[in-house]
């Protein structure tokens, strides 16, 4: 039955023409500001890498920002109108863990390839030219499904809220970021990330109060409680404790939690975003910053999809739900309608707004990580590394530019094409893990396990890859009887598919390389791939390129060195600590029990989700601008002097670029203490 858009076809194109073009005008001038206030240049090396001084508060927010896709919210919901309570924490916990562990894979990174703009150059460096190409491919398709699935799973909610056309949604949503992309290289993903995450979490709060507190038709978790209980009854969920959507013991529930976490460890350690984002970190943000970003995304969709999807079922049998008086169709559930339509039931047109708004910051905020991720790909382990190793910062800028341009075109064809074919958001989600995740493990050892040889991190995700694909497809065939959209995208074929993706490595690996004989690398080779000539991009700005705020001061980098082995030590401490936490010691007893939730448990619940999200506030809404407050202060000291007359308002030599905070050498030894999230090192003080 097709639903009456709820808003006008100028409300879709005013936010998504509109806001695109607000974003790109305000990094333009934000770009302008840093380089006339605090010799920020675009070159090369800034572009790719951001100045590899990123702190703290912002890589948690750009982490929260790049993982918060379409389907954080849209998918995350799906599963809740689906599963019930346990879709929203398996999907959370499930998607949560990879951030956590990348952040040990990120120090890794950092500490034995310093100058890295890839992790791709880091293949290269240890195997050479077939096992880089390789990897490549992977990282390509990784972005390229990530891309898609943005781009449909964002077009598919502004054509049902607004009706704009699908096709023009598609190549309307990635104009703006590719704009403020160009400009502003990494460092403009870091800036908007951080304001596209303040907004999400503004209307997730919206969302959550008026379901759990304000709204006439619910209005409480006990209200929404008893709404659920009735539907437990009269649709109850097959395979779910008592049939109820109030239970962690759901069968399909945690089906696809596994499909969830393989899919996404491909997703992350398989995209080079990821690995943007660990190059651009100060080399003391990197660990706090992952760790901080990962605990502060779980709420997002944990609390949106128990507020949303739960209250999509809560409303579905009350007139102002969209599809009243039927269900939502299983192809309206994938293509990530239950949030919009829950909020228009809830809240009308400003629900739909809002709901444009949530999914417009997310598409564009995780697009923008893309491009950049992409166009590093073919800057540096393309273009540079293949046809022109001599490429001066300009010609690299240029390409960067091309690729970034190029990809968000190709992307909008492809998305459309696959709209045409009926390939959904939900689709794309599952399905992921089966292409990609089968090049984690090998990828992961490259940093990790000297013993690894080129034969095996080359041989085993291909193998991989076609073990998975036989996996997914013969099981499709089987249990169907044959291969559609609907038989291959259903629960089974794909964990099928997702566990032998991530899983087969693991005999591969091992199994070439004792056959072929183990490698004995000392990681020599990943420490001699050096930075982007910018003397060039520099001269013409007429600046000092040793002024140009992009790399940590050479007296500096041992000490700091020395400061990611030990957050290296910290970090698989702390990152399995808190996987087993949300994995087993939380959901399993829930689950093992088949414990159905009782009004104060599941009220106890919603508030600790509540309460969850505030603290995500704290860490990505506010820190940052804590922890940038001197530099703010500096930059805006400088505006005001160029306001008034009173001088340039340049920013004086000798500045300290890193960001960090340094005490003063108080005893006499020539050093002083640095502060960041409760680690102390002693570093050198300049005179």
């Not at 530099?631 to 960090?660: C, F, H, N």
């Amino acid at each position: 039955m097709a639903i009456k858009p709820p808003l006008s076809q100028g409300y879709g194109y005013g936010i998504v023409i509109g806001l695109g073009f607000i974003f790109a005008f305000g990094m333009i001038l934000t770009t302008y500001v840093l380089k006339r206030y605090q010799n920020e240049i675009q070159t090369s090396e800034m572009f790719s890498t951001a100045g590899r001084t990123v702190k703290t508060g912002l890589v948690a927010a750009a982490v929260v920002s790049s993982w918060t896709w379409a389907a954080t919210l849209l998918q995350s919901s799906g599963v809740a109108y689906r599963y019930g309570v346990s879709g929203p924490f398996w999907y959370a916990s499930g998607a949560t863990v990879q951030i956590i562990l990348f952040a040990s894979l990120a120090i890794s990174l950092k500490s034995r390839s310093p100058n890295a703009h890839t992790f791709l150059e880091v293949i290269r460096a240890r195997y050479g030219t077939v096992t880089h190409l390789v990897f490549a491919a992977f990282g390509l398709m990784t972005n390229v499904l990530v891309t898609a699935m943005l781009l449909t799973g964002g077009s598919a909610v502004v054509q049902s809220l607004t009706g704009v056309p699908t096709a023009a949604c598609c190549f309307l949503l990635p104009l703006g970021v590719v704009i403020y992309t160009m400009f502003g290289g990494l460092k403009a993903t870091f800036l908007t990330d951080y304001v596209h995450t303040l907004v999400i979490l503004i209307c997730i709060f919206i969302f959550a109060f008026t379901v759990y507190a304000s709204s006439p038709i619910l209005g409480s978790p006990g209200k929404v409680y008893d709404l659920l209980v009735e539907a437990s009854k009269r649709h109850p969920v097959e395979g779910n404790a008592q049939g109820s959507y109030l239970t962690m013991r759901s069968q399909q529930g945690a089906i696809f939690f596994v499909i969830n976490i393989v899919g996404n460890f491909g997703t992350v350690f398989c995209d080079n975003s990821y690995y943007n984002k660990a190059v651009a970190a100060h080399p003391v943000s990197a660990l706090p910053g992952y760790v901080l970003g990962g605990l502060s995304w779980f709420a997002i969709p944990w609390l949106c999809a128990t507020t949303m999807g739960l209250a999509a079922l809560a409303m579905e049998t009350h007139p102002a739900f969209p599809t009243y008086p039927n269900r939502m169709s299983e192809a309206d559930v994938s293509a990530g309608l239950a949030l919009p339509y829950a909020a228009v039931a809830i809240l009308g047109k400003g629900g739909a707004v809002c709901s444009l708004l949530l999914v417009f910051m997310a598409v564009t905020s995780a697009s923008s990580a893309e491009l950049i991720a992409v166009s590093t790909i073919y800057t540096y382990d393309i273009y540079q590394t293949y046809f022109n190793p001599l490429a001066t910062g300009k010609r690299l800028i240029w390409m960067a530019h091309c690729s970034v341009a190029g990809f968000a075109i190709l992307m909008a064809a492809f998305s459309t094409g696959l709209y045409y074919i009926d390939i959904s958001m939900g689709y794309l989600y599952l399905l992921m893990g089966v292409i990609v995740s089968s090049a984690v493990l090998p990828a992961s050892l490259t940093l990790l396990w000297k013993k690894q040889n080129r034969i095996a991190a080359t041989l085993s995700p291909l193998l991989g890859l076609a073990t998975s694909l036989i996996a997914w497809l013969v099981t499709a065939k089987k249990q169907y009887g044959e291969l559609t959209v609907a038989s291959t995208g259903a629960n089974n074929p794909m964990l099928a598919g997702n566990v032998a993706a991530l899983l087969s490595p693991v005999l591969y690996v091992p199994l070439l390389t004792y056959i072929c004989g183990p490698d004995n690398y000392d990681y020599e080779s990943m420490k001699q791939i050096r930075r982007g000539d910018d003397h060039d991009v520099a001269d013409a700005a007429h600046v000092d390129v040793e002024r140009v705020p992009d790399r940590i001061p050479a007296a500096e980098e041992e000490t700091y060195t020395k400061r990611l082995h030990r957050a290296s030590r910290i970090a698989w401490t702390l990152t399995i600590s808190l996987t087993v936490i949300l994995l087993v010691l939380w959901p399993m007893p829930l689950y093992g029990t088949a414990y159905v939730f009782s009004k104060k448990f599941f009220t106890g619940w919603c508030v600790v989700g509540i309460l969850w999200l505030f603290f995500s506030t704290g860490c990505v809404g506010i820190y940052p601008l804590w922890e940038g407050r001197r530099s703010m202060g500096q930059t805006s000291k400088g505006i005001w002097k160029s306001l008034t007359g009173r001088g340039k308002g340049r920013v004086r030599e000798g500045r300290d670029i890193t960001g960090i905070e340094k005490e003063e050498d108080h005893d006499g030894d020539g050093y002083g203490k640095e502060k960041e999230m409760g680690l102390e090192e002693k570093v050198v003080v300049k005179a």
